[in-house]
């Protein structure tokens, strides 16, 4: 069965520094890889995806991950942080195979101290 | 992608009552997806809903307890039976289009029973 484990519940950054958000999965071949955010009180925003193409990855507001095989790993970073990216950020990974449910990581919640 | 759209966005609930959460789509999905976030924690499958047949639950989640009614491509109903304060969480639809695109999320309903 397919599993995601993000490494830190918790991560502070001061604003402008590199922001580094950890993601490893667990699955017998290469998955469809995503990172969704959670602004408080809101639901959850696509921020990127990774399903075959380029193992780097481009997202919304800055932010990147790149999808190492070898590694079995998604990473999400920003080389600058911004007070407005303080939300929780959850890494999910699902089946290539057809339309499977999203399986979730426990999240990790990013602070930005000024 | 599709905007979805969820009713009640928050609701207060008395235990041994029951709530039905409405989740529209503004363009015709294959698949939706029912999610229970509990506070301070990931995401849990409880269902998947597709037009025309039964919904599929997940380990932990029956029917008797979390009815889905999928009458259409673009509407879906998940309701709370016999509340009780752990059901206390927010409840999330998302939609797939195609099986190689990401989930899109609703804004979620926030749900408290007292």
Not at chain 2, 8 to 18: A, K, L, M, V
Request: with cysteine.
């Amino acid at each position: 069965a397919q599993s995601v484990t993000q490494l830190g519940s918790h991560v502070s950054v001061s604003e402008g520094a590199l922001v580094l958000l950890r993601c490893n999965y667990s699955s017998s071949v290469p998955p469809y890889l995503f990172w969704y955010v959670q602004y408080p009180n809101q639901g959850l925003q696509l921020l990127l995806k990774y399903t075959s193409a380029a193992t780097l990855v481009k997202g919304i507001n800055g932010f990147e991950a790149e999808f190492k095989k070898s590694e079995t790993s998604f990473h999400l970073t920003k080389p600058s942080a911004h007070m407005s990216d303080a939300a929780e950020y959850f890494c999910a990974v699902s089946e290539r195979s057809g339309n499977t449910p999203l399986v979730f990581g426990k999240g990790t919640r990013l602070s930005v101290i000024a | 992608s599709a905007v979805i759209s969820q009713k009640p966005s928050r609701d207060i609930c008395q235990r041994g009552t029951s709530l039905t959460i409405q989740c529209q789509v503004d363009s015709q999905v294959t698949m939706m997806f029912w999610y229970r976030q509990q506070p301070g924690q990931s995401l849990t499958l409880i269902a998947t809903a597709n037009q025309g047949s039964e919904a599929t639950y997940e380990s932990g989640f029956v029917i008797d307890k979390f009815p889905i009614s999928r009458p259409n491509l673009t509407f879906s109903t998940l309701t709370v039976s016999n509340m009780s304060p752990e059901d206390s969480s927010i409840y999330l639809c998302s939609v797939q289009e195609l099986s190689n695109q990401p989930q899109h999320f609703g804004d979620g309903t926030r749900l408290s029973i007292l």
